[in-house]
């Protein structure tokens, strides 16, 4: 009997395969989909690199693996080309471009989409696509990106849909078998590496459960000595019930002492989420100020070399303003900070040093828990809330589940530890709760937004758009039978286009027959079509909103009833983002008139930037009138929109905001990065995010504008303003901003 292709797969693991991993590879072996939601560190992935194999191996076809952030991207781009050689392998991020044609692409997930609005021939001998961390579905900003795909990749591609624990998995399954067919739900609530919880008070590590014997245990009671510590500080609970401050009742638990107590306790190494950058570049400061040193001479000597090759051809003033000598100090101590305010290319190395187990301890912001591969023995979470950009507010279940889903290496540890750090504020039953709590739900975040309605009404009728976005996640959860009567409603028109079809090709009494199945299903979808309508919630009716704003600004025009993309409308197919409407309007309007290329990338950088508080005081602005009266148009073209929005009851945009516009027109005139960093105020990491997204945005805009060249609609000056665009992408793209472009 002939070997299947998961024996031979699993013959060649070095683990053997869990329950949960053969049941999707199987799946996945006869022709399925699958959505596996398990613990993070259970190996999921696993299930992936089965799609991958089974792609090349068995079937010589392509294969796409998408990953929500790009520092994933990049690390599951190395990785597969460890294992298939860097030949079968490319990477698209926006930023890079690297072998795009290979057979096995990593790529983010906007990437796809744009793909998959562009027809692109790439999808044609697709045989899988990878969806890592597919939970993000709902998150506010990017979860739409999700669901297009979700809906619009071509039927005979199959999905490996990869998702943390969550509590609607079967619900969210259920959708995507009704959007796609075929499609199994695997679960597993199992941990390979049982996860023990603890409590770091100011003079000793407690557990948080105790068994019979009194000793640590997974589940159980809470411990005696915390309900004793917690009942200590009654005066404080006394003091916010009337409404007081409280008065400090005990000692608070320094950094350095988290360090220690986690040095002590052997459980490093260990992460230690810090919600605020500040304080994670703090906390790397104190552990340095009172001596604390986890390596060993030969750790230090291996951390210097790695360490000091990344910074080998910097200048002694960008060393300076980039704060190496004092990176360089923690790294060799063991201890370092991992933020987004963070130089990609030190977080590189942070990431680099703490997989090879020569860092000990990182104080890191909550963006660590997003799937990049860091695994601890220990995390530690110094508070049980965070400030959210307006307030501070808990941290919910599912976000103490990811965080802590880091502590335990499968394969390297039988056990992992999650340690909260105590203070005044924690609450036992609170923190039993965030324990106790395995799972989160998925909440669509989908809705249609300009470029998505013009994309699509390009590719099909308004009905056809209509019925696709009732099959929506987000119309899904409103009403799961709106969401199977469209897909019902979507094959028999599919249907409907084959008896017209057989119509037209027969003669006679044949052609009679054919008639009279195309009336009867033809009056079938009308009534299904009115069904629909009834019981359609906000999707549709938000989606007639946009195309009415369309029609009115002259992006869609009426013929013979239907909605049509016009020419100003193509190049609003090319302008993706929040600001998607409001850049497209600029191009059309002359709004950029009379800047330079370092001009226009300041102005790209306003349209994308977005203040970390409200209270940002006036910008500065780069000098000349030209950016000065280029800015006032485009902040009367927004005021324009976002008086139309709230007249036809649409979401609005977040004003656009000049904070950053002196900083990147500097930069995109030549100025040194030290210069610039010391003007701006603002962190290398920070600088070099922005400085992305103004790249993303010149690309957009000068592929828009070449769109428009080819079309013939107002060419001569949007050809130059294509190559406008090109410069002053050239102009950001340099210095530490295109090293970073790997990272």
């Known amino acids: 009997m002939s070997e299947t292709a998961l024996e031979f797969f699993a013959r060649h693991l070095e ?12 799946r996945l072996e006869e022709g399925r989909s699958v959505l596996v939601a398990a613990p993070t560190g259970s190996g999921k992935t696993t299930v992936a690199e089965f799609a991958v194999y089974l792609a090349r191996r068995e079937r010589d076809a392509r294969i796409f693996y998408t990953a929500p952030i790009k520092a994933l991207s990049n690390q599951k781009f190395r990785e597969l080309c460890e294992e298939y050689g860097e030949e079968e392998v490319g990477l698209l991020t926006g930023d890079l471009n690297i072998r795009g044609d290979a057979p096995i692409v990593v790529m983010t997930t906007e990437v796809l989409r744009n793909m998959i609005y562009a027809e692109s021939h790439a999808l044609d001998d697709l045989a899988f696509v990878v969806l890592d961390e597919v939970h993000y579905l709902g998150d506010r900003f990017r979860g739409a990106v999700w669901e297009e795909i979700i809906l619009h990749l071509p039927k005979h591609v199959r999905l490996v849909s990869l998702s943390a624990t969550v509590s609607n998995a079967e619900e969210f399954g259920d959708w995507m078998h009704a959007v796609r067919g075929d499609t199994d739900v695997i679960l597993s609530e199992h941990r390979p590496v049982p996860l023990y919880q603890h409590v770091l008070t100011p003079k000793e590590l407690l557990p948080l ?8 245990a997974a589940r159980g009671r809470i411990n005696p000595e915390l309900r004793m510590l917690e009942g200590g500080r009654g005066r404080g609970g006394r003091d916010r019930a009337r409404g007081r401050a409280p008065q ?17 306790t052997e459980l490093l190494p260990a992460i230690v989420f810090i919600f605020s950058r500040n304080g994670c570049d703090q906390a790397v400061r104190q552990c340095l100020f009172e001596g604390i040193t986890l390596t060993t001479r030969e750790e230090r000597e291996e951390i210097r070399r790695i360490a000091r090759a990344e910074v080998r051809d910097m200048s ?27 130089l990609p290319a030190f977080k590189s190395v942070v990431e680099r040093l703490f997989q090879r187990r020569l860092l000990k301890i990182v104080f890191a912001t909550e963006t660590l828990a997003l799937g990049i591969n860091m695994p601890a023995r220990a995390v530690a979470i110094e508070r049980l809330d965070k400030f959210n950009g307006e307030q501070r507010v808990p941290l919910t279940s599912g976000e103490y589940t990811q965080l802590t889903g880091r502590a335990g290496r499968r394969g390297i540890d039988v056990e992992g530890h999650a340690v909260v750090v105590w203070s005044d504020s924690v609450e036992l039953e609170e923190l039993a709760h965030l ?20 994309n699509l009404l390009q590719r099909m009728d308004e009905e056809r758009v209509r019925e696709m976005l009732e099959l929506s996640f987000a119309q899904f959860q409103a009403d799961r039978a709106v969401v199977e009567q469209a897909r019902e409603l979507r094959a028999a028109q599919d249907s409907l286009a084959g008896y017209d079809a057989a119509v037209q090709r027969a003669q006679g009494s044949d052609r009679k027959r054919w008639e009279d199945r195309a009336r009867k299903l033809r009056r079938k979808i009308e009534r299904g079509r009115r069904q629909v309508a009834a019981r359609t919630g906000t999707i549709a009716r938000t989606f007639d909103r946009v195309v009415e704003m369309l029609l009115e600004l002259g992006y869609l025009e009426r013929v013979s009833g239907e909605p049509q993309v016009t020419l100003p409308g193509e190049l609003l197919r090319r302008i993706y983002g929040d600001r998607d409407l409001l850049v497209a309007e600029c191009l059309r309007e002359d709004t950029f008139r009379g800047l330079d290329a370092a001009g226009l990338a300041a102005m790209c950088c306003v349209l994308s930037y977005e203040p970390r508080r409200d ?21 009367d073209t927004w005021v324009r929109l976002d008086d139309l929005s709230e007249r036809l009851r649409l979401p609005r945009s977040e004003m656009p905001h000049a904070g950053l516009a002196a900083t990147m027109h500097s930069w995109a005139s030549g100025r040194p990065i030290e210069r610039v960093l010391e003007e701006s105020g603002i962190g290398a990491g920070d600088f070099v995010r922005w400085a992305k997204q103004t790249i993303d945005l010149l690309d957009q805009l000068a592929q ?7 079309i013939g609609f107002d060419e001569d000056r949007l050809g130059e303003l294509a190559k406008l665009a090109r410069a002053a992408k050239r102009g950001v793209r340099r210095g530490i901003v295109e090293a970073s472009s790997s990272s």
């Open 704 to 710: 828009a504008c070449e769109t428009a060249v080819r």
């Open 435 to 454: 324990a106790g709590a395995r799972s989160f739900p998925v909440k669509s975040m989908f809705r249609p937004t300009p470029n998505m309605a013009v």
């Open 15 to 26: 683990y053997p395969l869990d329950p949960f991993q053969v049941t999707a590879c199987e």
């Open 316 to 342: 002694e003033e960008e060393r300076r303003v980039l704060g190496v000598r004092e990176w360089l100090a923690g790294l060799e101590r063991g201890v370092a900070a991992h933020h987004a305010g963070l």
């Open 248 to 264: 400090r009742r005990t000692r608070r638990v320094s950094r350095a002492d988290i360090a220690r107590a986690l040095d002590e």
């Open 209 to 216: 459960y105790v068994g019979r014997d009194g000793e640590l």
């Open 615 to 635: 209270d940002e005081g006036s910008p500065r602005l780069p000098g000349g009138a030209a950016f000065a009266a280029a800015l006032d148009r485009v902040l």
